[in-house]
């Protein structure tokens, strides 16, 4: 049995990490948040030591060291993107893996930082690919590393994923904090392009808004229209005939690509992989972290093939 502990644990995503430990078999002996919302420790670690202030929770994990002879294993960090680094340290100087949430890092040259640091420690750094372990984009992986062929795949991705007026007064609606719609809630998309189709060759902006952006990528194997929004407006009439609020669809040579389902137990998958020290690290995100800060430096052009949905 492993000891964690986690940061971020009043988060949108804390309750997938916090059943993924659950589900691996071990334990969590600490959860920090400066936000108290944190009733769904209940459901998985009761006994749980919680904190609102760092100090206090960097102090408990020496304490347990020291007193206790507890060391700690791994650290889960789901806190606000912007943070990502600077937790990600604290676990390795802590003498435990970190397992980071995605986006790992913003930009680029934090990869570069975050290695040299690894390097020097005896930690390694993990991050969630969830979408690297669905099994429909596996199978896909699968069917276009058999077929190799000699043209390249034509790709629409849509992603409308409908947000309140919260967003906007979180840190998710801080382009500083979180990077920016294409960052926030494309970048595992953009990894599941790259890890299945190769580097990119081509990238260019068409949209980029506070609530949606869209864009050409061009891969080695793949020419990709892109389009996320968070705006319900943006939605096809048929969804929202249906009252739904999210819309998910990869079209690849005009043929669907089926994975709405299969994502509860994604993230217990991360875990059992990095258990095995086969949990994805830094060199298997850069493409995607590269890709991201692209998008939001590149000026805006109107040429070249574009989604659809851009008007």
């Given at each position: 049995?492993?000891?964690?502990?986690?940061?971020?644990?009043?988060?949108?995503?804390a309750?997938?990490?916090?059943?993924?430990?659950?589900?691996?078999n071990?334990?969590?002996?600490?959860?920090?948040?400066?936000?108290?919302?944190?009733?769904?420790?209940?459901?998985?670690?009761?006994?749980?030591?919680f904190?609102?202030?760092?100090?206090?929770?960097?102090?408990?994990?020496?304490?347990?060291?020291?007193?206790?002879?507890?060391?700690?294993?791994?650290?889960?960090?789901?806190?606000?993107?912007?943070?990502?680094?600077?937790?990600?340290?604290?676990?390795?100087?802590?003498?435990?893996?970190?397992?980071?949430e995605?986006?790992?890092?913003?930009?680029?040259?934090?990869?570069?930082?975050?290695?040299?640091?690894?390097?020097?420690?005896?930690?390694?750094?993990?991050?969630?690919?969830?979408?690297?372990?669905?099994?429909?984009?596996?199978q896909?992986?699968?069917?276009?590393?058999?077929?190799?062929?000699?043209?390249?795949?034509?790709i629409?991705?849509?992603?409308?994923?409908?947000?309140?007026?919260?967003?906007?007064?979180?840190?998710?609606?801080?382009?500083?904090k979180?990077?920016?719609?294409?960052?926030?809630?494309?970048?595992?998309?953009?990894?599941?392009?790259?890890?299945?189709?190769?580097?990119?060759?081509?990238?260019?902006?068409?949209?980029?808004?506070?609530?949606?952006?869209?864009?050409?990528?061009?891969?080695?194997?793949?020419?990709?229209?892109?389009?996320?929004?968070?705006?319900?407006?943006?939605?096809?009439?048929?969804?929202?005939?249906?009252l739904?609020?999210?819309?998910?669809?990869?079209?690849?040579?005009?043929?669907?690509?089926?994975?709405?389902?299969?994502?509860t137990?994604?993230?217990?998958?991360?875990?059992?992989?990095?258990?095995?020290?086969?949990?994805?690290?830094?060199?298997?995100?850069?493409?995607?972290?590269?890709?991201?800060?692209?998008?939001?430096?590149k000026?805006?052009?109107?040429?070249?093939?574009?989604?659809?949905?851009v008007?």
């Amino acid at each position: 049995m492993k000891n964690f502990a986690l940061i971020g644990a009043a988060g949108y995503i804390a309750p997938r990490h916090l059943k993924a430990i659950k589900d691996t078999n071990n334990n969590l002996v600490a959860a920090l948040d400066k936000f108290d919302s944190v009733g769904v420790m209940d459901s998985f670690f009761p006994n749980a030591d919680f904190f609102v202030e760092f100090e206090r929770f960097d102090r408990h994990i020496e304490k347990l060291k020291r007193n206790q002879n507890t060391n700690l294993d791994y650290v889960s960090i789901c806190t606000p993107n912007y943070l990502h680094d600077s937790h990600i340290r604290m676990a390795l100087r802590r003498g435990a893996d970190a397992i980071c949430e995605k986006p790992i890092v913003l930009n680029p040259w934090n990869i570069d930082a975050l290695a040299a640091i690894e390097k020097e420690s005896q930690g390694k750094i993990n991050t969630i690919l969830q979408l690297r372990l669905h099994q429909s984009i596996i199978q896909l992986k699968n069917k276009v590393d058999l077929a190799n062929k000699k043209g390249k795949y034509d790709i629409d991705l849509t992603y409308i994923t409908s947000r309140g007026k919260w967003y906007d007064i979180s840190w998710k609606g801080d382009e500083a904090k979180s990077g920016g719609i294409a960052t926030n809630i494309g970048v595992h998309f953009y990894d599941m392009l790259s890890w299945i189709f190769g580097k990119v060759q081509n990238n260019v902006v068409h949209l980029r808004e506070k609530n949606k952006a869209a864009g050409f990528l061009e891969f080695e194997n793949a020419r990709v229209r892109w389009f996320l929004s968070i705006d319900e407006n943006d939605l096809p009439k048929e969804v929202k005939e249906k009252l739904q609020r999210t819309y998910r669809s990869i079209t690849i040579d005009n043929e669907e690509l089926e994975f709405s389902n299969g994502f509860t137990e994604l993230h217990t998958k991360s875990y059992q992989k990095i258990l095995l020290n086969e949990g994805f690290g830094l060199d298997e995100v850069k493409n995607s972290i590269e890709i991201v800060h692209d998008i939001r430096n590149k000026a805006i052009l109107q040429t070249g093939e574009k989604h659809p949905f851009v008007k």
